[in-house]
């Protein structure tokens, strides 16, 4: 696998997971895979609007680009992880099969919320397709949707069921436009239900909470969190349930396994007892669950090879600003915004 970093500003049964791998090689850039950051509107709610598309008809960015990953061979293997966020992803109706090639799809059109995921499971198939989807902050989706956040945990909902008949036809709408439209047209599909959910009043500031999770790569227990926030660890539960879907353990333990994707492809450069004792782990066999609940995939086989997954990306860019492994104390005063 050849991969371009361009830049960056910042349930079944579980058992081990055969990714979707590219083993032909191309000769031009294949795709591009792209992190804007959202209009001031949706900041508070939107930390990025990402894209996937064919690399000679993607357009030079006319905004801040968070992310650019360029796929110079179809070569690139994509494992799934659990996620404590919300996002939704519209497909394109193209996939970009092994050979690099992209062809049309008539059926793949089509929109879908995805839910907080405690657990990830077998994934199958060889395409990639053509995408455009918005990354929600925590607690951030709310406003948008007329659901309960905790109803979305584990799920996957298509729009249409959530937006209507109106939601139904975003896919189509979109597949027809070229990206920097794509991303307009995604923005005013947000800021036209913005206000549409059912907002629960709270004096929990729950997204800062969940972003001081984040900058301290889930080393942070609940008591400590609930000593931030000021409340008893059983109301930071309750509202961390009302407003992220999850409660605040489970999204913790997320944080820390999506810290430790910094290893993901080192292969063999790994000491993995440390590793452990430095991401929080109780031990090495503890992790090692963890990485099969939240991946598939175990420590050693996410660093045996090279991967893309905006995630990994991401944990990379955070451990660059922390390269001696520092972090905050998980008391002191909470940064914001920052990256969730």
Not at 72 to 101: I, K, N, W
């Given at each position: 696998?050849?991969?371009q970093?361009?830049?960056?500003?910042?349930?079944?049964?579980?058992?081990?997971?055969?990714?979707?791998?590219y083993t032909?090689?191309?000769?031009?850039p294949?795709a591009?895979?792209?992190e804007?950051?959202?209009?001031e509107?949706?900041r508070?709610h939107v930390?990025?609007?990402?894209s996937?598309?064919?690399?000679?008809?993607?357009?030079?960015p006319?905004?801040?680009?968070?992310?650019?990953?360029?796929f110079q061979e179809?070569?690139?293997?994509?494992?799934?992880?659990a996620?404590?966020?919300v996002?939704m992803?519209?497909?394109?109706?193209?996939?970009c099969?092994g050979?690099?090639?992209?062809?049309?799809?008539?059926i793949g059109?089509?929109?879908?919320?995805?839910?907080?995921?405690?657990?990830?499971?077998?994934?199958?198939?060889?395409d990639?397709?053509?995408?455009?989807g918005?990354?929600?902050?925590?607690?951030?989706?709310?406003?948008?949707?007329?659901?309960?956040?905790?109803?979305?945990?584990d799920?996957?909902v298509?729009?249409?069921?959530l937006?209507?008949?109106?939601g139904s036809r975003v896919?189509?709408?979109?597949c027809?436009?070229?990206?920097g439209d794509?991303?307009?047209h995604?923005e005013?599909a947000?800021?036209a239900?913005?206000?549409?959910?059912?907002?629960?009043?709270t004096?929990?500031?729950?997204a800062r909470?969940?972003?001081?999770?984040i900058?301290?790569?889930?080393?942070i227990?609940?008591?400590?969190?609930a000593?931030?926030?000021?409340v008893s660890?059983?109301?930071l539960?309750r509202?961390?349930?009302?407003?992220?879907?999850?409660?605040p353990?489970l999204?913790?333990r997320?944080?820390?396994f999506?810290?430790g994707?910094?290893?993901?492809g080192?292969?063999d450069?790994?000491a993995?007892?440390?590793?452990?004792?430095?991401?929080?782990?109780?031990?090495?066999?503890?992790?090692i669950?963890?990485?099969r609940?939240f991946?598939a995939?175990t420590?050693?086989?996410?660093?045996s090879?090279e991967w893309?997954?905006?995630f990994?990306?991401?944990?990379?860019?955070?451990a660059?600003?922390?390269?001696?492994?520092?972090?905050?104390?998980?008391?002191?005063?909470?940064?914001?915004?920052?990256e969730?």
């Amino acid at each position: 696998m050849v991969l371009q970093n361009l830049g960056s500003t910042s349930g079944d049964e579980i058992g081990e997971m055969e990714p979707a791998c590219y083993t032909d090689i191309v000769r031009e850039p294949v795709a591009l895979y792209r992190e804007f950051l959202p209009c001031e509107a949706l900041r508070p709610h939107v930390y990025a609007i990402f894209s996937f598309a064919p690399a000679h008809v993607s357009t030079a960015p006319h905004r801040p680009l968070l992310r650019e990953v360029a796929f110079q061979e179809a070569t690139f293997c994509s494992p799934q992880f659990a996620d404590g966020h919300v996002s939704m992803v519209f497909e394109l109706g193209r996939t970009c099969g092994g050979d690099g090639r992209w062809v049309a799809d008539s059926i793949g059109l089509r929109g879908t919320v995805n839910g907080p995921m405690s657990s990830v499971g077998r994934t199958e198939g060889s395409d990639r397709p053509e995408m455009i989807g918005i990354y929600f902050r925590a607690a951030g989706v709310a406003p948008f949707l007329r659901i309960a956040i905790s109803d979305l945990a584990d799920r996957a909902v298509m729009v249409e069921d959530l937006w209507g008949t109106s939601g139904s036809r975003v896919p189509g709408d979109l597949c027809e436009l070229a990206e920097g439209d794509r991303i307009a047209h995604v923005e005013s599909a947000l800021l036209a239900r913005l206000g549409i959910g059912c907002q629960r009043t709270t004096t929990v500031d729950v997204a800062r909470l969940a972003a001081h999770v984040i900058h301290r790569r889930g080393r942070i227990t609940v008591e400590g969190l609930a000593h931030v926030a000021g409340v008893s660890r059983q109301h930071l539960t309750r509202e961390f349930g009302a407003h992220v879907g999850i409660g605040p353990k489970l999204y913790i333990r997320l944080a820390r396994f999506q810290s430790g994707l910094v290893h993901a492809g080192r292969r063999d450069k790994v000491a993995w007892a440390d590793a452990a004792v430095e991401m929080g782990y109780a031990d090495q066999s503890h992790m090692i669950a963890e990485f099969r609940q939240f991946s598939a995939l175990t420590p050693a086989a996410l660093a045996s090879r090279e991967w893309f997954h905006p995630f990994i990306e991401r944990a990379r860019a955070q451990a660059s600003r922390f390269p001696d492994g520092r972090q905050s104390n998980e008391n002191e005063r909470i940064p914001w915004p920052m990256e969730v």
